[in-house]
């Protein structure tokens, strides 16, 4: 498993921008696809977007393409999580994970995950 941290997060205006990043320690994180979830408020957890162990290939929730975009720097063992064109409803808590096998869009599928990092849109 990798431990992962994720900072990045606060308050924007609705239209604003933030990046997120996660940290990962341990050897083998360029083996590892990533994803990104969150979780609002008295809601159910998420899937936002994911990356393979390459970065050749991206994934996103339909109501984020065009405005999020997911990247990695392997050699930094970091994933990023751009954020433009923020709206209110983007307002949830942020996690990252990781997916020893495969990845994807189910929870069930990440093995490792982080602590979340508060991002909050205002209208």
């Known amino acids: 498993q990798v431990q992962l941290v994720e900072s990045g997060g606060g308050l924007v205006q609705a239209g604003g921008s933030l990046r997120l990043s996660c940290a990962a320690s341990?050897?083998?994180?360029?083996?590892?696809?990533m994803g990104w979830f969150r979780q609002a408020p008295g809601k159910e957890r998420e899937f936002v977007a994911g990356?393979?162990?390459?970065?050749?290939?991206?994934y996103y929730l339909d109501s984020v393409k065009g405005r999020f975009t997911i990247s990695r720097d392997n050699a930094k063992k970091t994933v990023f999580l751009q954020m433009n064109s923020l709206k209110p409803e983007d307002t949830a808590v942020y996690l990252c994970?990781?997916?020893?096998?495969?990845?994807?869009?189910?929870?069930?599928?990440?093995?490792?995950w982080g602590q979340g990092t508060q991002v909050t849109v205002s209208s």
């Open positions: 990356i393979n162990w390459t970065g050749g290939s991206t």
């Open positions: 994970a990781a997916a020893l096998y495969g990845g994807g869009t189910r929870r069930s599928a990440y093995d490792s």
């Open positions: 341990g050897r083998t994180f360029s083996t590892y696809a």
